[in-house]
């Protein structure tokens, strides 16, 4: 199975779930490349810069792939087989995938994929994983944090976790 979805191109057959278990793509890619810092974001379609903002995408806008509930610029796609219907991961960022399915990837993304950069490195933990090391079911952002955490800028522009 190939470990990682690019940003730029369209389908990607990813292969054949060997053994059951929840699917992780880590890392960001950017949807357009002319306005990097406010279009680079990670497998839920959410970005870390301060001027990033989630572009939703209305259900009856059928230029994007998928247009279901919760879609939104930038987030991963995900369907088994090549004619299957395209669902995202959840709000944490994951799906659970069955033994033997046919993954095809790809970014939520109409405006042509030319000016698209970066990929998601993709991972499944099984419940054997799960069960050996708990923290590898956590999904994290780049920062090594979970998804969710916050972050403001300090002085020289670098990103601060904002403590609870």
Known sequence: MKTKVYANLEWQHIGTVKEAG????DG????NTK???ARTCNSIGRGRSG??????INKDDNRYPYTGDNAVVGQLLVRVGE???PVPLDEVGRLHVEAG???WLRINDDFGLSD????LSLRIVTPKMAAYDPARTNATNSYGDPIGTQYTRD?????VKIKP
């Open 155 to 159: 002085a020289a522009g670098n990103y």
């Open 116 to 119: 698209n950069d970066g990929e």
């Open 101 to 103: 399915w046919d993954l």
């Open 83 to 85: 004619q299957g219907m």
């Open 28 to 31: 960001e890619w950017c949807f």
């Open 22 to 25: 929840n699917l992780y793509a």
């Open 35 to 37: 306005d990097r810092a």
């Open 51 to 56: 001027n990033y903002y989630i572009i939703k």
